[in-house]
Structures are given as structure tokens and as C-alpha cells.
């Protein structure tokens, strides 16, 4: 059963954001803004979700998955990020940018690309999706999403 939750995009209400992340937690599957389109968002464990985003989606298991990242430490649990790359992700971040590093054994290896071992990460620069992330009790760090390519 789908569920509309009208969520203000400068102030989310934090009964809607509860409510969201509830539904991550319970298993299920958001549809959320992010700073570029909407995506696709589940529990990262959750192997049913992710089945359903590459149905939903047409995906085929080369597709990089996105970590939706709350910060630069979250972000470093799950890519290994050297000293060139952490400067470069700091001059455009948080925003609308997707990087595909070299996922840590932290990351679940369904989300991996199968031959690079690579996962894509994101610190969006969006009010929602920050709010999201920084739910108590929520259903994980970060969420997947299925990026927009």
C-alpha cells in the first residue's frame, strides 16, 4: 500500500520523516527528493528492496548502487577515499555529485559492482534527505538509492 506524506522542502516536519524512515526500517521502500531527481530509497541491508528498486528501475546487476551519506565520516565507513579524491569531494560537497570509489568491506557485496567492487556515495545538500539521515533510531546510516543514470 503506497503512502503520500507531504514533507515541506526547507523545514521537514519531523512526524513525516518519522513516518519515512519507519517505512525503511519495516523493510519497505521510499521514493525521496535528492538534490537532482527523486531516488529510490531503502534499509542498505535489505535484500527484498533492493530486488525491487532493479525491478522497479530495469536494473541489471552492473548498475552502481548509491550510498546516500549524512557526512565525510559516514562517507569514509563505506569508500576507501585517499588524500586527492577526499579534496576533490570536498570542493563540490554536499551537493548533487555521485562518486563511484572502492567500497570498504563495510558495504554489503549485493550493492557492489560485480567485477570493480565499487559502490557509488553521495552527502546530499538536501534538507529532506539530511533530515532522513539524521533520524533517531533509523533504520540504517545510509540508505541506497537507485541513482539517476
Known sequence: MA???DVHPHDPQPRAIAQAVKII???G?????TDSCYA??????NREALDRIRGIRHL?????????CRDFAQLGQFVNIGND????????TPGSYT????????VPKRLLHPKKKTVGVRIPDNRVVQAL?????????????ASAG
Open 3 to 5: 503512502r503520500f506524506f
Open 25 to 27: 526500517r519495516d523493510g
Open 29 to 33: 521502500l521510499i521514493a525521496y527528493p
Open 40 to 45: 529510490l530509497g531503502a534499509q542498505m541491508g
Open 60 to 68: 541489471d546487476d552492473k548498475h552502481h548502487f548509491t550510498l546516500v
Open 85 to 92: 579524491v577526499f579534496r576533490s569531494i570536498k570542493a563540490v
Open 99 to 106: 562518486f563511484i570509489l572502492p567500497a570498504t568491506k563495510e
Open 133 to 145: 539521515l539524521a533520524e533517531p533510531g533509523r533504520a540504517a546510516a545510509v540508505q541506497h538509492a
